[in-house]
């Protein structure tokens, strides 16, 4: 049996240390070939991290990663970009500082790796820099892959005067995207929200929201089938240790991994998807004693501020499950 990936967000790490991987290439390739500007919004504990550093190794050119993966048939041409990887779930994000802290990181990591620094002090300038002389010097396009990039927002849901400073900070910081349209080749911001109602991406407004995109429903965690076609040697060894089969296994114990995303759509298909942190715990043989019920909301009971969506139906209402499997 395969190792489990529990807790891994690296796409190169699972490929050549021998873990598990439920090849999501396919719909990788579709979007990279098809899109530019994305966002997408996912529940925690979905596997959005470890789609970023997917694309990162697929933008970069590591070909020998995707042997025998569905995009190995599909990619004609490897070719390789300069990735930005922007990933702000790392961070103390009590203050303003703690944002900006955040963010100079990230800048100065890429301009020692690149060899570009602009002297000043404003963040969103250097961003702007960096991406325009980096196209320019390589010839090639750049990717920008921003890893939950409302984290800071959320952190600060309950203090509006810090919101208002971290949004105006990203606001500008976000913006120069569009700006530098021309030197980019690809952008994908994921998160577990979607800060609809405060302008935040009001300078980026060329986003295609792929989160209720019924094509990608299943680009973030599992599916039934993939569970039993992944896990089932895992499974029927939990089954054993429970005294039970895996049928049973898969109609209960899966059942109270419900961080699950359910999407609706009027005359379309239902489609649930299952977190891959829950899913790989009971794999592993830890029992999942259950998480917090779902909440159903109308979207007239929505915070002012944002909206956290597992799925949005065109009627606007939503389901909210965001609380991590409990260990036995």
Known sequence: MLKL????????????DGFAYVDKTKLVYDLAQNGKYIFLSRPRRFGK??????????????????????????????????????DLNVGLYTSKEGLLEALNS??????????????????????????????QSTGQKVVILVDEYDKPLIEAIDNEPLQQEYRSILKAFYGNIKTCDEFIRFVMLTGVSKFSKISLF???????????????????????????RHFSEHLEAFAQKEGTDKAAIMEEKCEKCMTATIFRRICRKI??????FSILFLS????????RPARRHSSSNCCKTVTMIC?????GTFWLMTSPPRRV
């Open 5 to 16: 990936p529990i807790g891994l967000q690296s796409f190169e790490s699972l490929r050549t």
């Open 49 to 86: 991290s470890l789609l970023i550093s997917t694309l990162k190794a697929y933008f970069q050119g590591k070909k020998e990663l995707f042997e025998g993966l569905a995009i190995s048939e599909l990619e004609q041409t490897w070719g390789s970009y300069p990735v930005l990887h922007l």
């Open 106 to 135: 990230n800048l100065v990591d890429w301009e020692e790796k690149y060899g570009i620094k602009l002297n000043s002090p404003d963040a969103a300038q250097r961003f702007k820099y960096i991406i325009s002389r980096l196209a």
């Open 202 to 228: 009001s300078d980026l407004n060329n986003l295609t929201d792929i989160s209720l995109d019924e094509r990608y429903a299943d680009i973030c965690g599992l599916t039934a089938e993939e569970i039993e």
């Open 271 to 276: 489609c649930t998807i299952l977190s891959a």
């Open 284 to 291: 592993k043989g830890i029992a999942i004693t259950g998480s």
């Open 311 to 315: 799925g949005i139906s065109p009627r």
